[in-house]
């Protein structure tokens, strides 16, 4: 009996440490910053209840980066550094932060060139920008913006120790102050003496929520809009064009509900992450595009006398699906922060295409005024214009009964 319960015991123990291990391993991953800010990987480092969220850019070389520091008291300092020359402490460029006695977070850089240091404020051997710190529920963040020159391999230490008064004392000198090091790969996400959270998957997820968003909102809508509007002006095209437009918004349609919902998707594995104005937009043109594809179920003919009503209805929500989706789209530029040249791209094909519908524009109008013109003429040479007519008749003498 006794031995049943020492296995039911170890049983239990090892469940409950299971549970503990597998929260903490995602700890990294699942963590939703106050600000909005998203980070495409993160690292659990080994000790020190301390956790490296960042974003790095090859081609600029800059890395964004947070240092979460958990558990932690007013009477402590935290720091984070990058070390460009060596493994450890001595050379390393740190990032420190701690509570002052009025409140407020100091956040400053402080090259350390030995070990006998109290943290002095001081330019780092890169530059830095955008450093801030919070202090909230005993965790301590340290946001920067780092230029780097190099592989994409560095070196990093993180530490803490005691104040005294508002000065920095040094650290402790065993235990895991003397293994909060190790090497981080920027561009795979590895790093040694760490669990290594690339964020892969949730990274994968948003750039194929906004490739399809761009496609069928940004792109595909507005081009649909443009066939319709322009080329059944050439006679040759109907109902070609027709066609053409319905397969076009019905495709864009449909590749922006897949975006759609692979945003909702994203929003249900992000608690605490909202971006309210992107996603209010998102679900109201979802909502409106919904409704112009029922309305083209149930569109009538040209000749009823609620065409003209229908042909406002239509024309409305196609234009305000075109003005929401573009204005979202931006917005998630803005989210994604992804490089410069993807939304100088966008931004290049929505010029052109707004060239070409004030190209066709212009033509259309022009057509349209030469077709009437034409067509006046036309009645005037029938005999529905005074002195035009054929024969040299006046209108309606034509008629057996004599009647005008």
């Known amino acids: 009996m006794g031995l049943k319960l020492n296995q039911q015991g170890v049983f239990l123990s090892f469940l409950l440490s299971s549970l503990f291990l597998s929260s903490y391993a995602q700890t990294c991953s699942n963590y939703a910053f106050q600000n909005n800010k998203v980070f495409t990987a993160c ?94 529920n005993n965790e301590i963040i340290i946001f920067a913006t780092l230029g780097l020159n190099g592989s994409g391999v560095v070196n990093q230490v993180w530490q803490e120790g005691q104040l005294s008064g508002n000065v920095p004392t040094a650290h402790a000198t065993s235990g895991a102050n003397v293994r909060s090091m190790g090497t981080l790969n920027l561009v795979s996400g590895q790093s040694s003496g760490s669990r290594a959270t690339t964020g892969s998957s949730k990274t994968t997820k948003r750039n194929i929520h906004g490739v399809l968003n761009a496609i069928s909102w940004g792109i595909m809508m507005p081009l649909g809009a443009i066939i319709a509007r322009y080329l059944r002006v050439f006679q040759s095209a109907d109902p070609a064009w027709f066609y053409l437009h319905v397969t076009c918004q019905t495709s864009a349609y449909i590749i922006g509900v897949a975006g759609w919902a692979t945003g909702i998707r994203l929003g249900s594995q992000s608690p605490g992450i909202q971006f309210t104005s992107h996603r209010v937009i998102g679900i109201i043109l979802f909502c409106v595009a919904t409704l112009q594809v029922i309305a083209l179920l149930v569109r009538p003919k040209k000749e009823h006398k609620h065409r003209i009503f229908w042909n406002i209805y239509h024309h409305s929500l196609g234009y305000t699906i075109i003005v929401l989706g573009i204005i979202n789209i931006f917005k998630g530029f803005d989210i994604l922060n992804p490089e410069k040249k993807w939304e100088r791209g966008y931004t290049g094909v929505i010029v052109v295409l707004a060239v070409v519908a004030a190209v066709l524009e212009g033509y259309t109008w022009f057509v349209v005024l030469r077709r009437k013109k034409a067509a006046n003429e036309e009645k005037m040479s029938n005999g529905n214009g005074y002195g035009n007519g054929s024969n040299g008749h006046y209108p309606y003498s034509g008629r057996s009964n004599g009647r005008v």
């Open 43 to 136: 690292n659990d480092l080994p000790v020190l209840n301390s956790f490296l969220h960042y974003t790095y850019n090859p081609s600029s070389q800059t890395l964004q980066i947070a240092y979460r520091h958990t558990n932690i008291d007013s009477s402590k300092w935290v720091a984070w550094a990058v070390n460009p020359t060596s493994q450890g402490m001595a050379g390393s460029q740190a990032l420190v932060a701690f509570q002052q006695p009025d409140g407020t977070v100091k956040a400053y850089t402080s090259p350390i060139t030995g070990y006998a240091t109290q943290l002095a404020e001081g330019e780092l051997s890169f530059p830095v920008s955008d450093l801030s710190a919070s202090l909230l």
